[in-house]
């Protein structure tokens, strides 16, 4: 089963950066990281998970949650198994726990999980 690790979240002022990273094992035996969609998402205190960017694996298409267009990208290395979130123009309501997963519903009208596997995240806190 694979595992995936959230790191690289803090404190950030708004407007300020952070980069988020998220690494993976355990990929199923003859399968290559770039078999796998890989999706960011977030949950604020008291909120549902919210689908915040993801990479398709079958068509390789990157998309992003309305809220996050032109700040955030994401970005994957697949020989490092890795997938990261670079956060720019942060802003107070970016405050949340981050947690990347395997095989979400991706396309550029929908970010979903519906899995139950989520990570221990990563916390990204933005100030005003």
């Known amino acids: 089963q694979v595992q995936l690790v959230e790191s690289g979240g803090g404190l950030a002022q708004s407007g300020g950066s952070l980069r988020l990273s998220c690494e993976a094992s355990?990929?199923?035996?003859?399968?290559?990281?770039?078999?796998?969609?890989i999706g960011w998402f977030r949950q604020a205190p008291g909120m549902k998970h919210e689908g915040v960017s993801c990479i398709s694996s079958s068509d390789g298409g990157t998309y992003y949650a309305n809220s996050v267009k032109g700040r955030f990208t994401m970005s994957r290395d697949n020989a490092k198994n890795t997938v990261w979130l670079q956060m720019n123009s942060l802003r107070p309501e970016d405050t949340s726990v981050y947690y990347c997963v395997v095989h979400p519903i991706c396309s550029a009208y929908v970010i979903e999980y519906l899995g139950d596997s989520w990570g221990q995240g990563t916390q990204v806190t933005v100030s005003s």
């Open positions: 355990g990929l199923s035996s003859g399968f290559t990281f770039d078999y796998y969609t």
